[in-house]
């Protein structure tokens, strides 16, 4: 970790002298991400924040990576983005809420989930 850092700072300092180092290093804009119109899911809601949008699509990733674990359906980035955004609570955030307990109380052994019906069953 500390070669990391000590390659870092190396960077940094030689981006100071390049303007060209410097621009490489930052993250893209939003702007040079935007995808052809014609795919909705490349298009960011006007209503969510551009600077959580990045953290937003690594937690869709994580998500869709283990929704067999979760046992959740699929959704697309631009619904999770949106459900994100709105200021009440949305089925899609309540079930991934819900699974994400469930599979922690399993992992933890503090319950086992129903096969049949909804809740969580105490341990014997």
């Known amino acids: 970790a500390s070669a990391r850092r000590k390659r870092r700072r190396q ?23 935007a995808g052809p119109d014609h795919l909705v899911a490349s298009v960011v809601p006007s209503s969510f924040p551009p600077e959580l949008v990045y953290r937003a699509l690594s937690s869709y990733a994580l998500l869709r990576t283990m929704s067999l674990q979760l046992n959740i359906s699929p959704f ?13 609570p949305t089925k899609l955030l309540g079930t991934i809420h819900s699974q994400i307990l469930r599979l922690l109380y399993e992992n933890r052994n503090l319950g086992s989930y129903l096969t049949r019906g909804d809740g969580i069953r105490a341990s014997k």
């Open 11 to 33: 960077l940094l300092r030689e981006s100071m002298d390049n303007p060209s180092l410097a621009r490489a290093m930052r993250p893209p804009s939003l702007d040079s991400l």
């Open 76 to 88: 697309t980035p631009q619904a999770f983005l949106r459900a994100l955004a709105l200021p009440v």
